[in-house]
């Protein structure tokens, strides 16, 4: 192999991926990509109310990283008891799953029992090679609206260990090659097959050169790259 040949990858993290319905009275509560019921408590916009078995979802796409924190507001209206809960997801893992008490929070809004607005924070870790990421909130309840529902906002989701996947196909398809911060030393030093696309999350810079490609100039990558023409690639160097 060319000695000349290299990645060099900056990580900068935690990434903040994505976030929504942030403030008291944000826009993009409206247009918010979990549900279309939104309401108003007392001055401050909800996505909700649900009550019964209903759950809400974001599909993540083209998501890449080691360890991820998923942040958002749950909010309980009225009288929750014992038996009604919320579950959290990301895919098939349970996050967590909480009650309160009927008289916990002080009444706010609707039906005269309490309000409770409780900030929630986790994280996971999907196993390698999966690059894609559903958030469900399910909830499961006995009674109406009338007498109980939820709600949330103030949703983050978080990169905190993050990652590049190199593929052996166009779209991030085929054989998955991945370096995440804090383990390169782990990893083999060859990439074992010829690049045609990799996924970089916003705010890592890959810096790759090899002779067979733009006539031996450091290309620096900060977005992903769907479709390379041709790239075969050689050395890892973690110091280069
Ligand atoms: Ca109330
Ligand atoms: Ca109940």
């Known amino acids: 192999m060319p000695g000349v040949s290299f990645i060099k990858i900056l990580f900068f993290y935690p990434i903040l991926f994505y976030q929504n ?3 008291t009275r944000s826009g993009d509560c409206y247009n918010n990509d979990w549900s279309s ?18 759950k809400i979802s974001k599909q993540f796409s083209n998501i890449i990283g080691g360890k991820f924190g998923f942040n958002f507001t749950i ?19 349970e996050l ?7 008289g916990d929070g002080v009444d706010m809004c609707f039906a005269f029992y309490q309000e409770l607005f409780d900030s929630k924070a986790y994280q996971f870790r999907l196993p390698e090679g999966r690059n894609s990421l559903k958030l469900t909130l399910q909830g499961h309840f006995d009674e109406p609206l009338t007498n109980e529902g939820w709600g949330a906002k103030r949703f983050t989701l978080e990169i905190l260990q993050p990652c590049v996947e190199f593929y052996s196909d166009c779209n991030f398809q085929g054989e998955a090659w991945r370096i995440c911060s804090g383990n390169q030393t782990s990893q083999a030093r060859k990439i074992p097959f010829e690049i045609k696309s990799i996924l970089i999350a916003n705010g890592i810079q890959v810096k790759m050169r090899d002779p067979k490609y733009h006539g031996g100039q ?12 041709s790239y075969q690639f050689p050395k890892y160097n973690l110091n280069a």
């Open 21 to 23: 319905c942030m403030d």
């Open 37 to 54: 019921n939104v309401v108003d408590c007392a001055g401050n916009i909800v996505i909700g109310r649900f009550t019964a078995n209903e």
């Open 75 to 93: 909010v309980k209206f009225d009288s929750w008891d014992f038996v009604d809960t919320v579950t959290v997801f990301a895919d098939e893992i």
């Open 96 to 102: 967590g799953k909480f009650y309160y008490n009927a």
């Open 218 to 229: 450091t290309q620096t990558y900060t977005s992903s790259q769907y479709c390379l023409s």
